[in-house]
């Protein structure tokens, strides 16, 4: 009786678990062959954990995306109406419904502001940036870099904590 009771509650505990995953994205554990400061737009630097990729495009600013040691993914802003940089998250094991980016304790003389075509993205006051899908998780969502108040600016994360669906909690190590 004891182990029907016990695979019972295994199997309950799955099934709570089952329904969201956070996947955790650590820039600078995801590049730490990286040492100097580098562009990192494209494929060939583009990172999945656990059924989640990360890329990183230049969009319509010429500097691109580019991470340097100290653990910073910068994105830098085209203009108000245009996205700068972009980052795309993509999912191959359930719907995205959020994505927390943790911003750099570095200093940035002008935070950049931050949109999507899907969901909304909302800024705290110490410039973490939350996406939601609202009513309409999806796969893959892009989140581009815009100036603020037409004044050169960036965005700088350290990590990236992406909720899909369904699997368990992971954490890149």
Known sequence: MKKILLSLMLVIAACATALAADVTFNFKTLYSDITTNTKINGADFAKTV??????????????????????????????????GNNITF????????????????????????????????????????????????????????????????????TSAIVTVDNGVETVAK
């Open 50 to 83: 656990h059924g989640v990729t990360f890329t990183a495009t230049a969009g319509d600013n010429a500097n691109g995306v580019a991470y340097n040691p100290y653990g910073d993914i910068r994105m830098y802003a085209a203009n108000a109406e245009t996205a």
């Open 90 to 157: 993509t999912s191959t094991v359930g719907a995205i419904t959020k994505i927390v980016l943790t911003p750099s304790t570095s200093s940035v003389k002008v935070w950049g502001l931050l949109k999507s075509d899907a969901g909304t993205v909302s800024l705290a006051d110490d410039h973490t940036a939350t996406w939601e899908a609202g009513s309409d998780p999806v796969s893959e969502v892009t989140i581009g870099s815009y100036s603020n108040d037409g004044k050169s600016s960036q965005y700088r994360i």
